[in-house]
Protein backbone atom coordinates (compact mmCIF):
# COMPACT_ATOMS: atom_id res chain seq x y z
CA UNK A 1 0.00 0.00 0.00
CA UNK A 2 1.36 3.48 -0.60
CA UNK A 3 2.40 5.37 2.36
CA UNK A 4 1.20 9.02 3.83
CA UNK A 5 2.73 11.75 4.89
CA UNK A 6 3.09 12.96 8.16
CA UNK A 7 5.32 16.10 8.67
CA UNK A 8 8.73 14.94 7.54
CA UNK A 9 7.89 11.15 8.34
CA UNK A 10 6.58 8.13 6.48
CA UNK A 11 3.78 6.07 7.40
CA UNK A 12 3.32 2.62 5.74
CA UNK A 13 -0.66 2.11 5.83
CA UNK A 14 -0.93 -1.64 7.29
CA UNK A 15 -4.08 -3.71 8.11
CA UNK A 16 -1.81 -6.81 10.01
CA UNK A 17 1.15 -7.15 12.03
CA UNK A 18 1.13 -10.67 10.68
CA UNK A 19 3.67 -9.85 7.83
CA UNK A 20 5.05 -12.41 5.76
CA UNK A 21 6.61 -9.95 3.13
CA UNK A 22 7.57 -7.01 4.89
CA UNK A 23 8.40 -3.77 3.57
CA UNK A 24 10.96 -1.04 4.86
CA UNK A 25 10.40 2.45 5.00
CA UNK A 26 13.59 4.36 6.52
CA UNK A 27 14.56 7.94 6.39
CA UNK A 28 17.11 7.32 3.49
CA UNK A 29 15.56 3.88 2.29
CA UNK A 30 18.26 2.03 3.74
CA UNK A 31 17.11 -1.39 4.20
CA UNK A 32 17.82 -3.35 7.02
CA UNK A 33 20.41 -6.42 6.95
CA UNK A 34 18.07 -9.04 7.60
CA UNK A 35 19.35 -12.30 9.74
CA UNK A 36 18.96 -15.52 8.12
CA UNK A 37 18.12 -18.67 10.00
CA UNK A 38 21.44 -20.10 9.92
CA UNK A 39 22.70 -17.12 11.74
CA UNK A 40 20.69 -18.08 15.17
CA UNK A 41 22.40 -21.00 15.48
CA UNK A 42 25.79 -20.50 15.24
CA UNK A 43 28.38 -21.73 17.22
CA UNK A 44 31.99 -22.17 18.00
CA UNK A 45 34.56 -19.95 15.66
CA UNK A 46 31.92 -18.94 13.48
CA UNK A 47 29.90 -17.71 16.54
CA UNK A 48 32.46 -16.08 17.77
CA UNK A 49 33.82 -13.70 14.52
CA UNK A 50 29.46 -12.86 14.25
CA UNK A 51 29.82 -11.68 17.60
CA UNK A 52 32.71 -9.61 17.36
CA UNK A 53 31.44 -8.28 13.70
CA UNK A 54 28.24 -7.40 16.24
CA UNK A 55 30.86 -5.52 18.40
CA UNK A 56 32.91 -3.91 16.29
CA UNK A 57 29.90 -2.40 14.19
CA UNK A 58 28.65 -1.25 17.59
CA UNK A 59 32.00 0.51 18.56
CA UNK A 60 31.78 2.19 14.62
CA UNK A 61 28.69 3.91 15.64
CA UNK A 62 29.02 4.52 19.65
CA UNK A 63 32.64 3.91 20.41
CA UNK A 64 33.65 2.73 23.74
CA UNK A 65 30.64 4.08 25.49
CA UNK A 66 28.17 1.76 27.19
CA UNK A 67 24.92 3.54 29.18
CA UNK A 68 24.16 3.57 32.40
CA UNK A 69 20.86 3.21 33.59
CA UNK A 70 19.40 2.21 37.12
CA UNK A 71 16.02 0.40 37.77
CA UNK A 72 13.40 0.60 40.30
CA UNK A 73 10.25 -1.84 39.74
CA UNK A 74 7.46 0.28 42.12
CA UNK A 75 4.81 -2.27 41.71
CA UNK A 76 4.14 -5.74 41.24
CA UNK A 77 0.60 -5.60 40.57
CA UNK A 78 -0.37 -6.58 37.06
CA UNK A 79 -3.75 -6.75 35.21
CA UNK A 80 -1.94 -9.27 32.93
CA UNK A 81 -1.92 -12.79 32.41
CA UNK A 82 1.37 -13.82 30.48
CA UNK A 83 2.37 -17.37 31.02
CA UNK A 84 6.14 -16.62 31.46
CA UNK A 85 5.62 -14.37 33.66
CA UNK A 86 5.03 -14.90 37.60
CA UNK A 87 3.44 -11.58 38.24
CA UNK A 88 0.74 -12.94 36.34
CA UNK A 89 -2.72 -12.14 37.50
CA UNK A 90 -3.40 -15.75 38.68
CA UNK A 91 -0.09 -15.92 40.86
CA UNK A 92 -1.81 -16.01 44.44
CA UNK A 93 1.62 -16.66 46.17
CA UNK A 94 2.99 -13.23 45.71
CA UNK A 95 2.79 -10.01 48.23
CA UNK A 96 2.09 -7.58 46.26
CA UNK A 97 3.50 -3.96 46.65
CA UNK A 98 2.93 -0.68 45.77
CA UNK A 99 6.11 1.59 46.30
CA UNK A 100 5.92 4.70 48.32
CA UNK A 101 7.20 7.44 45.96
CA UNK A 102 8.92 9.45 48.55
CA UNK A 103 11.17 6.97 49.29
CA UNK A 104 12.06 5.98 45.67
CA UNK A 105 12.79 9.57 44.89
CA UNK A 106 15.03 10.29 48.34
CA UNK A 107 16.88 6.94 46.89
CA UNK A 108 17.05 8.24 43.72
CA UNK A 109 18.22 12.19 44.72
CA UNK A 110 20.56 11.51 47.23
CA UNK A 111 21.69 7.54 47.10
CA UNK A 112 21.63 6.85 43.80
CA UNK A 113 24.81 5.14 41.98
CA UNK A 114 27.65 7.76 40.76
CA UNK A 115 27.88 5.87 37.26
CA UNK A 116 24.26 6.00 36.52
CA UNK A 117 22.41 8.71 34.13
CA UNK A 118 19.30 7.32 33.94
CA UNK A 119 16.81 5.91 35.44
CA UNK A 120 13.91 3.08 34.53
CA UNK A 121 10.79 3.59 36.44
CA UNK A 122 9.01 -0.03 36.11
CA UNK A 123 5.66 -2.03 37.27
CA UNK A 124 3.46 -4.65 36.19
CA UNK A 125 0.50 -3.19 34.49
CA UNK A 126 -1.04 -1.46 36.92
CA UNK A 127 -2.49 1.95 36.05
CA UNK A 128 -3.20 2.58 39.51
CA UNK A 129 0.87 2.59 40.28
CA UNK A 130 0.78 4.87 37.63
CA UNK A 131 -1.33 7.88 39.23
CA UNK A 132 -0.15 7.55 42.80
CA UNK A 133 3.75 6.31 42.23
CA UNK A 134 5.11 7.08 39.18
CA UNK A 135 3.49 10.33 38.05
CA UNK A 136 4.53 12.30 41.32
CA UNK A 137 7.94 10.18 41.13
CA UNK A 138 8.73 11.52 37.85
CA UNK A 139 7.85 15.14 38.64
CA UNK A 140 9.95 15.25 41.64
CA UNK A 141 12.83 13.46 39.72
CA UNK A 142 12.72 15.77 36.87
CA UNK A 143 12.99 18.60 39.73
CA UNK A 144 15.47 17.71 41.80
CA UNK A 145 17.63 15.74 39.11
CA UNK A 146 19.19 15.67 35.56
CA UNK A 147 18.58 11.85 35.18
CA UNK A 148 16.87 10.74 32.04
CA UNK A 149 13.92 9.07 32.36
CA UNK A 150 12.71 5.89 31.12
CA UNK A 151 9.43 3.89 32.04
CA UNK A 152 8.34 0.63 31.42
CA UNK A 153 4.70 0.49 32.47
CA UNK A 154 2.60 -1.93 29.56
CA UNK A 155 -0.51 -0.59 27.69
CA UNK A 156 -2.35 2.06 28.84
CA UNK A 157 -4.44 4.63 27.36
CA UNK A 158 -3.07 7.68 25.58
CA UNK A 159 -3.96 10.46 28.45
CA UNK A 160 -1.98 8.45 30.54
CA UNK A 161 0.53 8.21 27.81
CA UNK A 162 0.28 12.24 27.59
CA UNK A 163 0.37 12.85 31.62
CA UNK A 164 3.62 10.84 31.93
CA UNK A 165 5.91 12.77 29.18
CA UNK A 166 4.49 15.89 30.05
CA UNK A 167 5.61 14.85 33.47
CA UNK A 168 8.83 14.00 32.20
CA UNK A 169 10.15 11.01 31.74
CA UNK A 170 11.43 10.63 27.87
CA UNK A 171 11.77 7.11 26.48
CA UNK A 172 9.09 3.87 26.71
CA UNK A 173 9.79 0.47 26.79
CA UNK A 174 7.11 -1.69 25.64
CA UNK A 175 7.98 -5.14 24.46
CA UNK A 176 6.22 -6.68 21.85
CA UNK A 177 7.09 -10.00 23.35
CA UNK A 178 6.18 -12.45 20.25
CA UNK A 179 5.77 -11.59 16.58
CA UNK A 180 3.37 -14.82 15.69
CA UNK A 181 0.00 -13.21 17.12
CA UNK A 182 -1.62 -17.01 17.69
CA UNK A 183 1.52 -17.89 19.84
CA UNK A 184 1.18 -14.29 21.30
CA UNK A 185 -2.37 -15.42 22.08
CA UNK A 186 -1.31 -18.62 23.15
CA UNK A 187 1.10 -17.24 25.65
CA UNK A 188 -1.58 -14.66 27.22
CA UNK A 189 0.55 -11.86 26.26
CA UNK A 190 -0.52 -8.37 27.22
CA UNK A 191 -3.90 -7.29 26.02
CA UNK A 192 -4.01 -8.25 22.23
CA UNK A 193 -1.52 -7.87 19.79
CA UNK A 194 -2.80 -5.12 17.21
CA UNK A 195 -3.15 -2.87 20.37
CA UNK A 196 0.01 -3.63 21.74
CA UNK A 197 1.99 -2.73 18.11
CA UNK A 198 -0.49 0.14 17.78
CA UNK A 199 0.33 1.83 20.96
CA UNK A 200 4.04 1.51 20.38
CA UNK A 201 3.10 3.01 16.87
CA UNK A 202 1.18 5.89 18.87
CA UNK A 203 4.30 6.37 21.49
CA UNK A 204 6.43 7.08 18.77
CA UNK A 205 3.73 9.64 16.75
CA UNK A 206 3.94 11.83 20.18
CA UNK A 207 7.73 12.11 20.72
CA UNK A 208 8.38 9.12 23.00
CA UNK A 209 11.75 7.78 22.23
CA UNK A 210 10.92 3.70 22.28
CA UNK A 211 12.19 0.73 23.06
CA UNK A 212 10.78 -2.91 22.43
CA UNK A 213 12.05 -6.31 22.61
CA UNK A 214 11.26 -9.83 22.34
CA UNK A 215 11.85 -13.77 24.22
CA UNK A 216 14.04 -15.90 22.17
CA UNK A 217 13.55 -19.88 22.97
CA UNK A 218 9.95 -19.81 24.53
CA UNK A 219 8.83 -23.44 24.30
CA UNK A 220 7.19 -24.49 20.60
CA UNK A 221 8.58 -21.19 18.95
CA UNK A 222 9.75 -22.21 15.81
CA UNK A 223 13.04 -20.53 13.68
CA UNK A 224 10.31 -19.01 11.44
CA UNK A 225 9.19 -17.70 14.63
CA UNK A 226 12.29 -16.14 16.00
CA UNK A 227 12.76 -14.74 12.14
CA UNK A 228 9.28 -13.17 12.36
CA UNK A 229 10.93 -10.91 15.87
CA UNK A 230 13.23 -9.13 13.24
CA UNK A 231 10.63 -8.69 10.35
CA UNK A 232 8.59 -6.76 13.43
CA UNK A 233 11.05 -5.03 14.89
CA UNK A 234 12.35 -3.78 11.80
CA UNK A 235 9.15 -2.27 10.82
CA UNK A 236 8.31 -0.28 13.99
CA UNK A 237 9.13 2.96 15.28
CA UNK A 238 11.90 1.74 17.67
CA UNK A 239 15.55 3.56 18.58
CA UNK A 240 15.90 0.21 20.88
CA UNK A 241 15.57 -3.21 21.06
CA UNK A 242 16.08 -6.43 23.38
CA UNK A 243 16.43 -9.85 22.97
CA UNK A 244 15.75 -11.52 26.65
CA UNK A 245 16.28 -15.22 26.86
CA UNK A 246 13.23 -17.60 28.09
CA UNK A 247 13.40 -18.23 31.66
CA UNK A 248 10.81 -20.84 33.27
CA UNK A 249 9.63 -18.42 35.51
CA UNK A 250 7.88 -19.98 39.19
CA UNK A 251 4.22 -20.14 39.85
CA UNK A 252 3.11 -20.48 36.27
CA UNK A 253 2.25 -22.29 33.41
CA UNK A 254 5.55 -22.48 32.23
CA UNK A 255 7.74 -23.50 35.00
CA UNK A 256 8.40 -27.41 34.08
CA UNK A 257 9.35 -25.91 30.64
CA UNK A 258 13.60 -26.34 29.79
CA UNK A 259 15.20 -22.85 29.77
CA UNK A 260 16.43 -21.32 26.59
CA UNK A 261 20.09 -21.73 25.08
CA UNK A 262 21.86 -18.33 25.42
CA UNK A 263 23.42 -18.99 21.87
CA UNK A 264 20.25 -18.48 20.85
CA UNK A 265 19.83 -14.84 22.54
CA UNK A 266 22.70 -14.04 22.16
CA UNK A 267 23.29 -14.60 18.35
CA UNK A 268 19.95 -13.16 18.07
CA UNK A 269 21.33 -9.85 19.76
CA UNK A 270 24.05 -9.83 17.44
CA UNK A 271 22.29 -10.22 14.69
CA UNK A 272 19.71 -7.18 15.60
CA UNK A 273 22.79 -5.11 15.97
CA UNK A 274 23.63 -5.88 12.57
CA UNK A 275 20.45 -5.23 11.54
CA UNK A 276 20.33 -1.94 13.00
CA UNK A 277 23.67 -0.85 13.58
CA UNK A 278 22.08 2.90 15.69
CA UNK A 279 19.82 0.88 17.97
CA UNK A 280 20.55 0.97 21.74
CA UNK A 281 20.45 -2.96 22.47
CA UNK A 282 20.54 -3.56 26.67
CA UNK A 283 22.51 -6.83 28.11
CA UNK A 284 19.75 -7.84 29.98
CA UNK A 285 20.06 -9.56 33.65
CA UNK A 286 18.68 -12.83 32.29
CA UNK A 287 21.97 -13.65 30.61
CA UNK A 288 23.28 -13.97 34.04
CA UNK A 289 20.89 -16.67 34.38
CA UNK A 290 20.95 -18.53 31.23
CA UNK A 291 24.77 -18.63 31.19
CA UNK A 292 25.57 -18.38 34.56
CA UNK A 293 29.15 -16.74 34.88
CA UNK A 294 29.89 -15.18 31.75
CA UNK A 295 26.42 -14.27 30.25
CA UNK A 296 26.40 -10.57 30.59
CA UNK A 297 30.15 -10.28 29.62
CA UNK A 298 29.02 -12.54 26.46
CA UNK A 299 26.04 -9.74 25.57
CA UNK A 300 28.69 -6.62 25.64
CA UNK A 301 30.70 -8.85 23.38
CA UNK A 302 27.79 -8.99 20.84
CA UNK A 303 27.12 -5.37 20.44
CA UNK A 304 25.14 -4.54 23.79
CA UNK A 305 25.71 -1.09 24.79
CA UNK A 306 23.37 -0.71 27.68
CA UNK A 307 23.96 -2.10 30.67
CA UNK A 308 21.17 -1.72 34.17
CA UNK A 309 21.59 -1.26 37.99
CA UNK A 310 18.96 -2.82 39.79
CA UNK A 311 17.88 -0.14 42.61
CA UNK A 312 14.76 -1.71 43.58
CA UNK A 313 14.63 -1.85 47.84
CA UNK A 314 15.78 -5.15 49.34
CA UNK A 315 12.06 -5.59 50.96
CA UNK A 316 10.27 -5.46 47.57
CA UNK A 317 12.80 -7.37 45.10
CA UNK A 318 11.57 -11.20 45.59
CA UNK A 319 8.21 -10.46 45.09
CA UNK A 320 8.75 -9.10 42.00
CA UNK A 321 8.59 -12.09 40.01
CA UNK A 322 9.61 -12.16 36.53
CA UNK A 323 11.23 -15.66 36.72
CA UNK A 324 12.59 -16.94 40.26
CA UNK A 325 12.44 -14.89 43.62
CA UNK A 326 16.23 -15.94 44.08
CA UNK A 327 17.31 -13.20 41.53
CA UNK A 328 20.85 -12.24 40.78
CA UNK A 329 21.00 -8.64 41.53
CA UNK A 330 23.31 -6.76 38.72
CA UNK A 331 24.97 -4.17 41.63
CA UNK A 332 26.90 -1.27 40.52
CA UNK A 333 30.15 -2.93 40.79
CA UNK A 334 29.31 -5.31 39.29
CA UNK A 335 28.27 -3.47 36.20
CA UNK A 336 31.13 -1.70 36.48
CA UNK A 337 33.27 -4.69 36.55
CA UNK A 338 31.61 -6.64 33.17
CA UNK A 339 32.20 -3.19 31.03
CA UNK A 340 35.76 -2.84 32.42
CA UNK A 341 36.52 -6.39 31.60
CA UNK A 342 35.02 -5.87 28.19
CA UNK A 343 37.41 -3.12 27.65
CA UNK A 344 34.26 -0.40 27.85
CA UNK A 345 33.53 2.28 29.82
CA UNK A 346 30.38 4.28 31.11
CA UNK A 347 29.05 6.99 29.23
CA UNK A 348 28.71 10.53 31.25
CA UNK A 349 26.24 11.10 28.37
CA UNK A 350 22.30 9.98 29.16
CA UNK A 351 20.08 8.45 26.86
CA UNK A 352 17.94 10.86 26.96
CA UNK A 353 20.18 13.38 25.99
CA UNK A 354 22.06 11.55 23.55
CA UNK A 355 18.66 10.84 21.19
CA UNK A 356 18.39 14.59 21.43
CA UNK A 357 21.41 15.50 20.30
CA UNK A 358 20.81 12.97 17.18
CA UNK A 359 17.23 15.31 17.02
CA UNK A 360 18.97 18.13 16.64
CA UNK A 361 21.74 16.93 14.26
CA UNK A 362 18.98 15.43 12.32
CA UNK A 363 20.22 12.13 12.37
CA UNK A 364 17.09 10.09 11.98
CA UNK A 365 17.18 6.64 14.76
CA UNK A 366 14.36 4.67 13.60
CA UNK A 367 11.93 3.42 10.49
CA UNK A 368 8.82 5.52 10.05
CA UNK A 369 5.89 3.94 11.70
CA UNK A 370 3.38 1.53 10.26
CA UNK A 371 -0.04 2.75 11.43
CA UNK A 372 -2.51 -0.02 12.19
CA UNK A 373 -5.64 -0.40 12.22
CA UNK A 374 -6.71 -0.84 15.56
CA UNK A 375 -7.74 0.34 19.28
CA UNK A 376 -5.15 1.34 21.85
CA UNK A 377 -6.11 -0.69 25.11
CA UNK A 378 -7.49 1.37 27.94
CA UNK A 379 -5.45 1.89 31.40
Not at 229 to 257: K, M, R, W
Request: net charge neutral.
Amino acid sequence: MAPHQTGDRVFPQLNSFALPAAKFYFAAMIQPSMPTADMLYLAGEDQEAFHRKAALVTRAQFGNQVFVRGVVEVSNYCRENCAYCGMRRSNRTLDRFRADYEQIAELLIHHRPASMTDVNIQAGEDPVAVREVVLPLIQTLRRETDLGISVCLGSLNHSMYADLKNAGAGIYIIKFEIANPKMYAAMESPGQFDQRIANICHLAKTGWRVSSGFIAGLPGQTTEDVLANFNLAAQLPLDGCSVSPFIPGEETPLANESMAGIDLTLNCMAALRLMRPDWVIPSVSALNIAGAGTGYRRGLRTGANLVTINLTPADFRENYLLYKRNRFIMTEERILNAVAAEGLEPSTQSLADFYGTRKANGTATHAAEPTPQTTAASA
